[in-house]
């Protein structure tokens, strides 16, 4: 298996090699990764401080860890954070944030680079945040003794830990020290398989979406737009949800604002998003141009999270595609939220707010629009379901806290 995972590990880099010359998103891959560890290299050679490090595949884990890292943070001043990241999204998103002394890729991962950036890094404390699992880092932060901590990890029977043949995977969940889990099911798979340093904090993003809604960044061009109006907002758009919700958008693009976050903001995405409304729209970049328009394009990164704050119900999108998106977001401002029905197994918190009252999946335009139709024109239904959604996430938060305890005692 590790001849097969080494092979893996060697055609993916060969193949984002091969590709870069002629693929913009490769070339980005491959460049910038080796020239962030380059400058990483160059920043520690006169750190003094010790050091801890957090891994995150991409926005969304940093996100999820950003409590965790805060509170750590706060808990040893004497130390420097470290953050690193797989994904370009997370790195080229976040490679500024305050949080992180230092912010670098993750070499790919073979024997050779992972023995070459642990002792570059020296690391006090090691954090990888949900789902990254590389053999060779792995191994050779267990070998040599550096405490290994995973968080907010989530756990299916259908991944390859539980398979027959995932035993080189199985492999790396015992070099962590512990993994705090979200939940009582993934608790159970990890002890079925004798992983038993293990257990149940429940999820970070429930403390990150309650830090958000504690302060929200004000939006001034949102307000103008909206003009005192409820707004229905969609986040994470693909073409896929388009399809479902055009025709509530159009019918009722008169009587509410709507606030579209694609989920790509290249010029041919969102033109395909706008092509499903009947409506003029206006895109955020172009607000300078605003002539009282009922749909607004956020053709932008990084607002959609602050943006919930003006809603009064929401569809999240991307259950029809590559997975649901991130719903706890809406979700800690009271908004109901409407997504696709596929592939929710992954995404707990969906099924939990379905059984309580405040989220609701459908398959098709037609369930689509009996459902925000009774969010738009019936107001007893869709504060209750606000309200159930308010009291989910404060049941839910303080998992960053039970994982800081963790912390501190190793």
Same mark, same amino acid.
């Given at each position: ?14 193949? +984002?090699?091969? !590709? ?8 980005? !891959?491959?460049?910038?990764? *080796? ?13 003094? @401080?010790?050091?801890? &490090? ?34 370009? @999204? ?9 949080? !992180? ?6 070499? &790919?991962?073979?024997?050779?680079? /992972? ?18 699992? &590389?053999?060779?880092?792995? *191994? ?13 990890? #989530? ?32 608790? +159970?798979? #990890?002890?079925?398989?004798?992983? *038993?340093?293990?257990?149940? @904090? ?35 758009? &693909? ?37 499903? #409304?009947?409506?003029? /729209? ?89 459902? #925000? ?25 303080? !998992? ?11």
């Amino acid at each position: 298996m590790i001849l097969l995972y080494n092979l893996s590990i060697f055609l993916y880099r060969l193949l +984002a090699i091969v !590709a870069s010359p002629f693929n913009a998103k490769a070339k980005k !891959a491959v460049e910038d990764r *080796k020239a962030s560890i380059q400058a990483l290299q160059t920043k520690l050679e006169n750190n003094q @401080s010790p050091i801890i &490090w957090f891994h995150a595949a991409s926005l969304g884990e940093f996100e999820q860890g950003l409590p965790v890292m805060e509170q750590v943070k706060a808990a040893f001043p004497e130390h420097k954070l470290l953050v690193t990241f797989f994904s370009p @999204s997370g790195f080229d998103h976040r490679k500024n944030h305050p949080v !992180a002394d230092f912010t670098s890729y993750l070499p &790919w991962d073979t024997s050779r680079n /992972a023995r070459a950036f642990v002792k570059m890094v020296n690391p006090k404390k090691v954090v990888f945040i949900k789902y990254e699992y &590389w053999y060779h880092h792995l *191994k050779t932060i267990n070998n040599l003794g550096i405490p290994l901590v995973s968080i907010s990890a #989530l756990f299916t029977e259908k991944h390859i830990f539980f398979k027959p043949y995932g035993g080189l995977y199985r492999q790396m969940l015992r070099f962590f020290e512990h993994t705090f889990v979200q939940n009582e099911s993934s608790e +159970a798979l #990890l002890q079925g398989i004798g992983i *038993k340093n293990v257990s149940v @904090s429940g999820d970070t993003r429930f403390d990150r979406v309650q830090q958000t809604i504690a302060n929200p960044a004000k939006q001034s061009q949102v307000e103008t737009f909206l003009a005192g109006k409820p707004a229905f907002i969609v986040g994470s758009a &693909w073409p896929e949800d388009m399809e479902v919700l055009a025709a509530f958008i159009n019918e009722h693009s008169k009587d509410i604002k709507v606030i579209i976050a694609p989920h790509l903001v290249d010029d041919a995405h969102v033109a395909k998003i706008e092509s499903y #409304l009947k409506d003029q /729209a206006i895109r955020y970049t172009e607000f300078d141009k605003f002539t009282n328009e009922h749909i607004l394009i956020l053709n932008t990164i990084g607002m959609l999270s602050n943006t919930y704050q003006y809603g009064s119900f929401a569809y999240i999108g991307g259950a029809f595609g590559d997975g649901l998106h991130n719903i706890l977001e809406a979700v800690a401002f009271g908004l109901p939220v409407v997504y696709g029905n596929k592939g929710l197994e992954k995404f707990p918190e969906s099924i939990e707010l379905q059984e309580k009252g405040g989220g609701f999946s459908i398959e098709t335009a037609q369930q689509a629009q009996a459902i #925000l139709n009774r969010l738009l024109n019936e107001k007893e239904f869709r504060n209750t379901a606000s309200a159930t959604c308010k009291q989910y996430v404060n049941e839910k938060a303080g !998992a960053a806290n039970i994982i800081m305890d963790y912390l501190r005692a190793i």
